[in-house]
Nanobody
């Protein structure tokens, strides 16, 4: 059974930091891209960034570049999203997802986690 389980969300003040984890199982982690997406109430789902577990290629959305870092621990089949200098507008449910190619197109992701809430207080 394919599973992606996010953890690490919570409430943080603006300017603070959080680290989200995405633990993957049930598929060949090393052959996949893990992407991070977020969705705020009333807004479209937005791509945050992604990492290829095979070659380490990483992409970030402009809105988080310089503040968020994605990295993976292939031995643990886990991808992390380190979020620094958080802003109120980063408040959203954050999802990780798995795809077979390096992409930020949500429709190209085959597997999705259940999401974790990140709330940034201003």
């Amino acid at each position: 059974e394919v599973q992606l389980v996010e953890s690490g969300g919570g409430l943080v003040q603006a300017g603070g930091s959080l680290r989200l984890s995405c633990a993957a199982s049930g598929f060949t982690f090393d052959d996949h891209t893990i992407g991070w997406f977020r969705q705020a109430p009333g807004k479209e789902r937005e791509g945050v960034g992604c990492i290829s577990s095979s070659d380490g290629s990483i992409y970030y959305a402009d809105s988080v570049k310089g503040r968020f870092t994605i990295y993976s621990d292939n031995a643990k089949n886990t991808v992390y999203l380190e979020m620094n200098n958080l802003k109120f507008e980063d408040t959203a449910v954050y999802y990780c997802a798995g795809a077979s190619a390096l992409t930020m197109v949500p429709e190209q992701y085959d597997y999705w986690g259940q999401g974790t809430q990140v709330t940034v207080s201003s």
